[in-house]
């Protein structure tokens, strides 16, 4: 079935620095790839997304960029800041034939002061 | 303005005892989902509602039912709750199902 793989599951990272996590998705009609951030013992919020026929997009500190053939997206952040810690979901959705999103593990990103 | 509105935030059942999560959202989106959390496995899907009318299993659907009351609320229910059950339940909105999602604030449940 569809799947979506996130790597790392971990990561730490020193405050100013980048952070970068990587998503793989399976299904290849998957045409929308959100990102959430979930704060510890909140819901996941939307912070960026990325459409099919897009390859990179910007926002601030975030950026997400897709390759398509190879089925990768990822997230960047940068300059972090301490309250970037957070996890982060990608997640891979395609709209024909279903609304189902996959979302992958999550990413645990501690931001050190 | 509320967006996504779950109730209860917090619950818990013996093996065996039923419950139905409730899930309202006042945005006038036309898709609904319930979604299970788990520690290292992300959100998987329960079920899901396209528009109102309609529900689809999603990835994991055994031990439950939904029913989407109207374009409004879509409620999760548990007929026989079981250990493997303990999960943090969230419910979430989308317009068109095409975009991304409102969560609500999540369901701690813990089944004993």
């Known amino acids: 079935g569809e799947n979506v793989e996130q790597h790392p599951s971990t990561l730490s990272v020193q405050e100013g620095d980048s952070a970068v996590i990587k998503c793989t998705y399976s299904d290849s009609a998957s045409n929308y790839f959100p990102w959430y951030k979930q704060e510890l013992g909140k819901r996941p919020q939307l912070i960026i997304d990325?459409?099919?026929?897009?390859g990179e997009k910007k926002d601030q500190r975030i950026a997400v960029t897709l390759n398509k053939t190879a089925k990768h997206f990822s997230l960047h952040i940068t300059e972090t800041q301490p309250e970037d810690s957070a996890v982060y979901f990608c997640?891979?959705?395609?709209?024909?034939?279903?609304?189902?999103?996959?979302f992958g593990a999550g990413t645990r990103l501690f931001v050190k002061a | 303005n509320a967006g996504v509105t779950q109730t209860p935030k917090f619950q818990v059942l013996k093996t065996g005892q039923s419950m139905t999560l409730q899930c309202a959202q006042d945005?006038?989106?036309?898709?609904m989902y319930w979604y299970r959390q788990d520690p290292g496995m992300g959100l998987r899907l329960i079920y899901y509602s396209a528009s109102e009318g309609t529900t689809d299993k999603g990835e994991v659907p055994n031990g439950y039912n939904v029913s989407r009351l109207n374009k409004r609320e879509f409620s999760l229910r548990l007929e026989s709750a079981a250990p493997s059950q303990t999960s943090v339940y969230f419910c979430?909105?989308?317009?068109?199902?095409?975009?991304?999602?409102?969560f609500g604030s999540g369901t701690r449940l813990t089944v004993v």
């Open positions: 997640a891979a959705l395609r709209n024909t034939g279903g609304f189902k999103t996959i």
């Open positions: 979430a909105s989308s317009v068109e199902g095409n975009y991304g999602y409102t």
């Open positions: 990325i459409r099919s026929n897009v």
């Open positions: 945005m006038n989106h036309n898709s």
